[in-house]
């Protein structure tokens, strides 16, 4: 037990969800055994969104108070740790668990706890009258503990225990209404597919244990920072460790090939989906690679690869995204797209470029995905885009903040998301030279993505909020979502559409204020990248160039996205009929996750039954219970022999006497 | 002293109840739950005051001789010690036990009396076993513990008990007769049965022999750990015992195994141990993946968790045969938490078939609509089996992968399959029990755990938390004794080439 430090308050920040999880629980279970009497009783549950919010509310006051706390640093010394207990010391392993507050954990921190809070205050309005109303709050505050965990945690293994947390409430949540049956399964893949990459992660630990002695991140990424060279070995260790790492990201992050369990994701309840799977889970991946930048700098041929990933899973994302008619389903595939985004800025190198898409994405895909639930909201969960329409009538404030938000992604000038998506394809862009011109074609895929991206956006503004209504007047009274829905609305509103100013582009001439308030955590990566050439400048001209070209894109496409579909789904219709192939495939994801099933899970699956039947009951249980029958039957025989005749006794003693002899004179 | 009446109080339970009237049922539990309460309340305080600094528990009399042939008699003693490695064990078995008692209020209707005298004189002869330090006491606990369970299974097992009782029984017989022939042998060979004694004289044996010791040993203790290919009497075991027959086999019985795996084939033969451990280690790693797809296929609750039995012992196999201090800690770590999450996941399971009687998967569905403790409970237990961090299974798996990645990368990457498959197959289950539409009606009118049940499975889920967030607790106790077997199997490696590591990048912070 190590003695705490000054900085013991940062407890606090994962502590005041936790605890607000383990009360909004006993509120449900409360609510529960009040049900037995009055089986319609919501009374004790009622409280949970209060405590739930409050905890919430507690955390964001305590980040901004850390993030104050450390802006009056010299920014070498920025960081506040807390030390509480050694964790783990058995058989040779010692892992502390401690909590750093540096700069980017600060940042990760602010926007967990403040988009958090909003969508914890969105989620009171949205889930009234739901029979698991507290047991949703107490998943929603165990899910920020977790992820905070993740954030703040001073060692690797820290970090996994967050990382397994926050699978573990996307798990929860994904199949809250478990009852209809396709969301467990939806949370069932989920679990497992993030399984699949937290193994990749554990192997990444391990290695780097081999490597270092240690899995104190600042101690890995300092020893890697400050080193001269590396041995042959050493290099090839890191680069295998930080490829395994990588692969745990794709399984959180939704990158390829383990992006097929977030679009089903969507099953959960949409602040869920705003939260979890838009905000701040998913962009865990990014953060880890972030926070070991020093040694993914070094790791060689790992930075091209993530960058392939990235655009890979950008394209894909993108494109699956411009069929799909169910609104969240546009949502998630533009979310795996957007994160693909942030891989090819970290393949990059570019790892301010990637937190800060990382913050501006979480403004405007949170507002994206909350706008969505009130239009649900409104319509009584209709989902369809092909059954809304011409909703901006009767939902002023949610289309007015939805639009904010469509115009950010879309990447419409001098928005948030203009600013950070044009940070990433210029560093992509100026990386160009390097593999043989490998980072300029990555680079073109960043740029179709993003015409894709202000088509399907616009696709989706016109069919949900433009055109004729094409609901059911009788059944289906659309209404404005109350103010408690859409007041975080607004907030993150006018977060989407001022979130540029943190990182303006250096040819305004003004500072990049989260490139420099990261610096402290990213310049070792840097330095590593610039002593290996990879240090790159963009003149000028070049950049207005790039700005223009960004800007013509997306003014063009977004364009061209309303004005087809603005008059309802005849264009949706024309497209399926005239490229029915690439219409299916595009809406199935490239048939990625079909061929899963295929290829994988069914052979897995038919492997476990030849296991279960051929070789364990056939064949292992087969020769026990041969060897059984075998010993009966040499049992049944020899009883023969002992039929109480004399006669035969006496041929058998003869026999034996006999045969004595004969062993007798043989020796 | 303390350790003999630990051992023989459950003995003495036993007696009592023998002296009870046949139809003072409610008298034989109370005296059967008193007992195992008391044994409990012992154990733990042995727990609390042990100290690995301080001279261990130890107690020994002289029992019997053994004229051998040139005329110097082999003494055998009556004689229990207690090291960390027994003390976990022991403390295990002891906390196990009252639930196990107590589990039994909701199915053992008839004949309570001998149910509850052989589930005692089980808790002798399992507490004996760990506690033995002569050889021949060793296998005279170890058949007391075997003896009982066939009963427990034959009496008041399911529908095909007598299959499952007969298979269970030649399987641990055939063992059990192999290990007392290399312990007549070693007490041949060596004049002596004092385990202290041949740890000493055993490593300097030619390797050669200490090899057919250990071949006897490993296939004695694989057959009830239970090892690939020697598993199959375990499903139908379980399948068929009584749910605290299963709690105990899984949480105790299993972990004889793997305890004389440690014990005689690690630390009393180590360059044996050196020699087979690639093999024994492929056998853990394909145990692990083999077990988990096994149990995927599984249609019957109980026999799927049998099967992930399987699977979550191959990681101790797997974590004792890496051979590294990782390894060995994970494994000894592993052992404790298969018992409790196992053990959890077969009360409940036993608690859900008293209200519905029927294991079947696809009887279920939709039940945590109406049992939501229940499924609170399942849910938090699939977790702690699954190795989520914070809760009890993660360190071991995190230190026994970590173990076996240090000797042998390969069967540590296929062990980590298992963390895969792991969450596939209990996920399967929870979904296919708990979640979707409660539409059969044999569901709908489930009543939800009653306090007796929830007090029962208490002590297990703070454990498992426990566990989870300070291992250390735990672990500091054992680690001093898990070091010695350490640093003799790195004398007995010397000679064996180990895997080369890496050169550390350690110059960077030595420079600052």
Not at chain 1, 393 to 401: G, L
Request: with cysteine.
């Amino acid at each position: 037990m190590q003695s705490h430090e000054s900085h013991a308050w940062l407890w606090w920040i994962p502590l005041l969800p936790l605890i607000g999880s383990a009360i909004a629980g006993a509120l449900h279970l409360a609510t529960l055994r009040a049900r037995k009497s009055d089986p319609q009783a919501s009374a004790p549950a009622s409280l949970a969104p209060w405590i739930a919010c409050g905890a919430m509310l507690g955390a964001f006051v305590l980040s901004v108070t850390g993030f104050l706390e450390l802006r009056d640093l010299e920014p070498s010394a920025r960081a506040l740790a807390s030390t509480a207990h050694d964790w783990i010391s058995i058989g040779g392993l010692d892992v502390d668990l401690g909590l750093v507050l540096d700069p980017l954990s600060s940042v990760m921190t602010l926007v967990i706890t403040g988009v958090g809070f909003l969508i914890h205050v969105y989620a009171s309005g949205y889930m009234k009258g739901d029979r698991g109303y507290g047991k949703f709050f107490a998943y929603l505050n165990l899910f920020v503990f977790a992820m905070l965990m993740l954030v703040l945690s001073s060692s690797l293994l820290g970090v996994f225990i967050g990382w397994e947390g926050v699978g573990l409430c996307s798990f929860l949540l994904i199949g809250f209404w478990y009852e209809k049956g396709w969301p467990a399964e939806a949370a069932q893949k989920a679990f497992v597919m993030n399984r699949v990459g937290d193994a990749c992660f554990l192997i990444g630990s391990f290695l780097l244990i081999r490597l270092f002695g240690t899995l104190d991140l600042k101690t890995i990424a300092d020893t890697v920072g400050s080193a001269v060279s590396f041995t042959d070995e050493q290099a090839l260790h890191m680069s295998l460790a930080a490829l395994f790492l990588f692969g745990g990201c794709c399984g959180k992050s939704a990158q390829f090939p383990l992006f097929t369990w977030l679009p089903d994701a969507m099953a959960g309840p949409t602040p869920v989906s705003a939260l979890i799977h838009a905000a701040t889970m998913v962009t865990s991946g990014i953060y880890l690679v972030v926070r070991l930048n020093p040694l993914f700098a070094a790791s060689g041929w790992v930075l091209p690869l993530i960058a392939i990933v990235g655009a890979l899973t950008a394209l894909i994302g993108g494109s699956t995204a411009l069929v799909q008619r169910d609104i969240k389903k546009v949502l998630a595939y533009s979310t795996v797209s957007q994160l693909g985004y942030m891989f090819l800025a970290l393949g990059s190198g570019a790892w301010a470029a990637a937190v800060f898409h990382l913050v501006t994405h979480a403004f405007f895909k949170a507002l994206l995905f909350l706008g969505a639930g009130s239009v649900i909201h409104g319509m009584h969960g209709e989902q369809d885009m092909h059954k809304l329409g011409g909703l901006r009538r009767h939902m002023p404030r949610t289309y007015i903040t939805f639009l904010a938000g469509a115009a950010a992604l879309s990447g419409l000038p001098l928005l948030s998301g203009f600013f950070s998506k044009d940070e990433i394809l210029a560093h992509a862009f100026a990386s160009g030279g390097l593999y043989y011109g490998l980072y300029y074609g990555l680079w073109a895929v960043g740029v179709i993505t993003a015409a894709l991206t202000a088509y399907y956006t616009s696709r989706m503004v016109a069919l949900t909020f433009f055109g004729e209504e094409r609901f059911d007047h009788h059944h289906v009274h659309p209404h404005e979502s109350p103010l408690v829905m859409t007041l975080p609305l607004m907030v993150l509103a006018v977060l989407s559409i001022l979130g540029g100013v943190l990182g303006l582009p250096p040819v305004l001439h003004v500072p990049h204020l989260l490139a420099e308030w990261l610096a402290p955590v990213t310049d070792a990566g840097n330095k590593i990248l610039a002593a290996s050439h990879r240090e790159h400048h963009l003149s000028h001209t070049l950049e207005w160039i790039l700005l223009g070209l960004g800007s013509a894109i997306a003014l063009g496409f977004a364009h061209t996205g309303f004005y087809a579909h603005r008059h309802g789904t005849a264009q949706d219709e024309f497209f399926a009929h005239k490229r029915p192939t690439l219409a299916a495939t595009l809406g199935d994801a490239w048939t990625i996750d079909s061929r899963y099933a295929r290829i994988i899970v069914l052979p897995l699956r038919m492997l476990s039954f030849l296991i279960a039947v051929v070789v364990d009951q056939f064949a292992i249980d087969g020769l026990v219970n041969g060897t059984g029958r075998t010993a009966r039957d040499i049992a049944q025989y020899s009883r023969r022999a002992v039929d109480g005749s004399l006669a035969s006794y006496a041929l058998w003693m003869g026999a034996g006497a006999l045969a004595i002899c004969a062993l007798w004179m043989w020796s | 002293m303390e350790l003999v009446l630990l051992t023989f109080l459950p003995l003495l339970g036993a007696l009592a109840v023998l002296c009870t009237p046949r139809a003072a049922e409610g008298l034989q539990r109370g005296i059967a739950l008193a007992t195992t309460l008391a044994v409990a309340v012992l154990g733990v305080k042995l727990f609390l005051g042990y100290d690995a600094a301080a001279t261990p528990y130890s107690f020994s009399l002289p029992w019997f001789q053994l004229p051998w042939r040139d005329g110097t008699p082999t003494q055998v003693h009556f004689s229990l010690a207690m090291d960390g490695i027994s003390l976990l064990m022991v403390t295990l078995t002891a906390v196990l036990m009252p639930i196990v008692i107590l589990s039994t209020w909701g199915h053992v209707e008839k004949r309570v009396k001998e149910f509850m005298v052989w589930m005692l004189v089980m808790q002798t002869g399992m507490l004996g076993t760990f506690l033995a330090v002569d050889l021949v006491l060793f296998y005279f606990f170890w058949e007391v513990s075997l003896i009982p369970l066939y009963f427990l299974v034959g009496i008041w097992g399911g529908e095909q008990r007598l299959y499952a009782t007969v298979k269970f029984f030649l399987y641990t017989l055939a063992g059990s007769l192999l290990m007392m022939v290399a312990i007549i042998a070693i007490l041949f060979d060596r004049g002596t049965s004092d385990r202290g004694e041949l740890i000493a004289q055993l490593g300097q044996t030619p390797l050669e022999q200490q090899l057919w010791y250990f071949a006897a040993f490993a296939l004695a203790f694989g057959i009830k750990v239970p090892i690939l290919p020697f598993h199959t009497w375990l499903p139908d075991a379980h399948t068929q015992a009584p749910t605290s027959g299963s709690v105990v086999l899984a949480g105790v019985l299993l972990k004889m195994g793997t305890y004389g795996l440690l014990r005689f084939c690690i630390q009393m033969l180590p360059d044996a141990a050196v020699a087979a451990a690639p093999w024994m280690m492929a056998l853990g790693a394909i145990g692990i993946l083999y077990g988990a797809l096994l149990a995927w296929a599984q249609t019957d609750l109980k026999r799927l968790i049998a099967c992930s039995s399987v699977s979550h012992l191959g990681y101790v196999v797997l974590g004792l045969f890496a051979l590294t201090p990782a390894g060995l800690s994970g494994g000894m770590l592993q052992m404790v938490n298969h018992g409790i999450s196992t053990g959890l996941l077969f009360l409940l399971v036993g608690m859900l078939y008293e209200r519905r009687h029927s294991r079947a998967l696809d009887a279920f569905g939709g039940v945590a609509t109406v049992m939501p403790l229940f499924a609170l409970f399942w849910v938090f237990t699939v977790l702690s089996s699954a190795g989520l961090p914070g809760l009890n299974g993660f360190v071991g798996e995190y230190l026994i992968l970590l173990g076996s990645f240090q000797s042998s990368p390969l069967w540590s990457v296929i062990g980590l399959t298992g963390v895969i498959f792991g969450a596939v197959y209990l996920l399967m289950a929870t979904r296919k029990m708990l979640f979707g539409a409660c539409t059969n009606p044999e569901n709908q009118h489930l009543t939800d755990l009653n306090a007796r049940e929830i007090v029962l499975m208490l002590p297990l889920v703070v454990l498992a938390v426990w566990l989870g967030v300070r291992p250390n607790d735990f672990m500091g106790k054992v680690e001093p004794d898990l070091a010695k077997v350490g640093r003799r199997v790195a004398e007995a490696r010397q000679s064996t080439a180990a895997l080369e590591p890496v050169t550390p990048l350690t110059e960077g912070v030595a420079a600052r």
